[in-house]
């Protein structure tokens, strides 16, 4: 978790970044992750096959 929102959470509560670049730095580094846990488990599936 810390990993998603560790960095812009810091920079946000100290005013660094705005709350609409919290929430895209957020939304990508997540979809960057599922992205991820997708390819693994996929090649799990076909490891196991």
Same mark, same amino acid.
């Given at each position: 978790g810390? @990993?998603?929102?560790? /960095? =812009?959470?810091? =920079? *946000?509560?100290?005013g660094?970044? @705005? /709350?609409? %670049?919290?929430?895209?730095?957020? %939304?990508?580094?997540? @979809?960057?992750?599922?992205?991820? *846990? /997708?390819?693994?488990?996929? %090649?799990?599936?076909?490891?196991? =096959?």
């Amino acid at each position: 978790g810390r @990993t998603i929102f560790g /960095d =812009a959470a810091r =920079a *946000w509560m100290k005013g660094e970044m @705005t /709350d609409e %670049a919290a929430i895209a730095q957020m %939304a990508e580094r997540f @979809t960057r992750l599922c992205a991820v *846990w /997708d390819g693994a488990r996929e %090649a799990a599936r076909r490891n196991a =096959a």
